[in-house]
């Protein structure tokens, strides 16, 4: 979809911010030097659509989503102007416990793994660093994270997580 005026950064490169509301349930990140990308963050007030074969999801926008996606959008954007047509593309996501990363020991001594994201966390690079120098540390340390795991305080939540 078009930006609104003056969304590009000073600069004039094309650039613009890329915001991200937890509470909407939507990122918005610029899309070349006219246009915008919009997408959800599964929020819990919007209910996740299931389906038994993948085969089955449609690559193209439902009318439903892309509207309730495009009014979050104009929340943050009052600039924002949108269209009366779904367009862009819509994927589906494959949801498998059995393909959740992996941050652990192996059972060769002194080699760690952060493995298996598929590239969908490479946000969250700086975390997962943090979160392996507690592992390492602690097993080094003689922790037996076999029986007791380790748990990592978070510099800026502060939190165990």
């Not at 009014?71 to 367009?87: D, E, M, S, W």
């Not at 589906?92 to 652990?104: E, G, I, K, S």
């Not at 340390?141 to 997580?161: I, K, Y």
């Amino acid at each position: 979809m078009a930006a609104p005026a003056g969304y590009q950064d000073a600069g004039g490169d094309g650039g613009g911010p890329v915001l991200a509301d937890m509470d909407l349930g939507t990122y918005i990140r610029p899309e070349g030097r006219e246009f915008l990308l919009v997408g959800g963050t599964e929020p819990e007030c919007g209910p996740l659509e299931w389906l038994d074969d993948p085969d089955d999801g449609s690559p193209l926008p439902a009318v439903s989503q892309f509207r309730t996606q495009m009014t979050r959008a104009a929340r943050r954007l009052p600039g924002l102007r949108v269209p009366n047509k779904p367009r862009g593309v819509a994927r589906v996501v494959r949801r498998d416990r059995r393909l959740d990363p992996l941050y652990d020991r192996t059972d060769l001594d002194g080699f760690y793994v952060a493995i298996g994201t598929s590239g969908n966390q490479f946000k969250s690079a700086p975390l997962v660093g943090c979160l392996m120098t507690t592992l390492i540390q602690g097993v080094e340390g003689v922790h037996d994270h076999d029986r007791s795991a380790l748990t990592h305080t978070c510099e800026h939540t502060g939190p165990d997580h």
